[in-house]
C-alpha cells in the first residue's frame, strides 16, 4: 500500500469505521433519528389523546344520562309534594294579609308604641295562643308594635277578637279590618235600575266571564258627571273574577256594550300627599299637590306642576320619571302606579 507523506497509514477496517463518523453523515444520522423519535411521540400523544376523549365522552353521556334521571325524579317528586300547611308569613305585605283571606284580620295596636315582638308576648300571655284552639293563617306587622292577625277561619278570627278586647283592650286597641276586594268601574248603562235589578242582569248576560258562584256586589250606581242620562256602576268582586274581567274593554248591560275600566285606588293624603295614607294619621311634612312646595294648596301661586311623589321616588331609586304634573293625577304618576301595581300584585290580581 502506498503511503502519503503526513497521513496515519489505516487498514480497510479503520477507514470504514472512521468514513462511519464523519461530521457531516453523523449530523444526517442524527437528525434522522430525532425526526423518527418526535414522529413517533406525535402518533404516541394522538393515540392517547383519541382515547382520553372517547373515554370522556363516554363519562359525560353516562353523567348526562344521571343528571336527566336526577331531574326527571325531581320533577315527579315535585309534582306529588302535597301543598305545605299555612302558616304564619311575618315578611307578607298588609294587602297581601287581607286579600289571601275570604274573612277579616284583627288589629293589635298598642296605645303607646312599643316592639311588634313585646306585642307579640303580650298576645301570647294574656291570650294563652298555645293552649287556644287558634290557627292563625297570617301575621303581619304594622307600624308603632301592633300587629294584624288572620285566623283560618270567620268563627276563629271573631273569637280572637273577643278574646283581644277582653284581655288587652287597657292598653292596646282592638280593631277589625275587611278583606280587600278589587272593583270595576262600568260606564254607559241607559237604565236607571235597582241594584238587584242591575246586578241579576249583569251576571246572567256575562255569565262566562262573571260565573254564579262569583263574589259580586254593587258599591256604587249612579250618573255619569259629563251625561245624566248615562249612568256607572262600580263593582266590588273576588280577585279570580276581577282577573277575568277585561279592563278597557266592554261588558253588555242590557242592550248597552258597556265601557270596563279598572277601579282600585291607592289614598292620598291631602296633607303631604303621600300614598296609601289619609290627612288624620299624616305625620309627614305639608306640601303642595300642584308645585310640591311646603304650603297648602290653597296657598300655592305656582304655574309650574311638580310632583312631590315622583320627586321623592327619583331620589330613592336614582331614577328619571317625569315630574312635570301634579300629584294628582294618577294618570302620569309613576309613583302611584307603582303603589297600584304592588297592591295588585299583592292581591294576587293580574295587572291590568
Not at 17 to 40: W, Y
Not at 142 to 165: H, N, P, R, V, Y
Not at 239 to 262: E, F, H, R
Request: proline share 3%.
Amino acid at each position: 500500500m502506498k503511503k502519503t507523506p503526513g497521513v496515519f497509514w489505516k487498514c480497510k477496517n479503520c477507514e470504514k469505521f472512521n468514513d462511519l463518523f464523519d461530521e457531516g453523515r453523523l449530523r444526517d444520522i442524527f437528525q434522522n433519528k430525532v425526526s423518527q423519535f418526535i414522529d413517533e411521540l406525535k402518533n404516541l400523544f394522538y393515540d392517547i389523546k383519541t382515547d382520553s376523549l372517547k373515554k370522556a365522552d363516554e363519562n359525560l353521556s353516562t353523567l348526562d344520562i344521571d343528571i336527566r334521571k336526577k331531574a326527571d325524579e325531581n320533577i315527579s317528586n315535585l309534582k306529588n309534594t302535597s301543598k305545605p300547611s299555612s302558616k304564619p308569613n311575618m315578611k307578607s305585605s298588609y294587602s297581601s294579609v287581607l286579600s289571601n283571606s275570604s274573612h277579616s284580620a284583627i288589629l293589635v295596636k298598642p296605645k303607646v308604641s312599643q316592639e311588634n315582638n313585646q306585642t307579640k308576648s303580650d298576645i301570647m300571655h294574656y291570650l294563652n295562643t298555645q293552649d287556644s284552639n287558634f290557627s292563625f293563617s297570617k301575621v303581619k306587622h304594622i307600624k308603632d308594635g301592633g300587629l294584624m292577625i288572620s285566623c283560618e277561619t270567620q268563627e276563629e278570627t271573631t273569637l280572637f277578637k273577643e278574646k283581644a278586647q277582653e284581655k288587652l283592650s287597657a292598653t292596646y286597641e282592638i280593631k277589625e279590618s275587611r278583606g280587600l276586594h278589587p272593583r270595576v268601574r262600568i260606564v254607559g248603562i241607559s237604565d236607571n235600575s235597582d241594584h238587584d235589578t242591575l246586578l241579576k242582569l249583569i251576571l246572567k248576560q256575562n255569565d262566562e266571564i262573571i260565573g254564579s258562584n262569583s263574589n259580586c256586589m254593587i258599591v256604587k250606581f249612579g250618573p255619569t258627571k259629563s251625561n245624566v242620562n248615562v249612568y256607572q256602576v262600580t263593582l266590588q268582586l273576588d280577585s279570580s273574577t276581577y282577573s277575568a274581567v277585561p279592563n278597557n274593554d266592554y261588558l253588555l248591560i242590557g242592550l248597552d256594550l258597556c265601557k270596563v275600566y279598572d277601579a282600585i285606588e291607592i289614598s292620598r293624603c291631602f296633607r303631604c300627599n303621600g300614598l296609601n295614607h289619609s290627612k288624620t294619621s299624616c305625620k309627614q311634612i305639608l306640601s303642595c299637590p300642584n308645585c310640591g312646595g311646603g304650603h297648602d294648596k290653597n296657598a300655592c301661586d305656582s304655574n309650574i306642576l311638580k310632583c312631590i311623589n315622583c320627586v321623592k321616588l327619583n331620589e330613592s331609586k336614582k331614577s328619571n320619571f317625569p315630574i312635570d304634573h301634579g300629584a294628582w293625577d294618577h294618570q302620569k304618576c309613576q309613583a302611584y302606579s307603582n303603589v297600584l301595581n304592588k297592591l295588585k300584585f299583592d292581591l294576587g290580581l293580574n295587572c291590568q
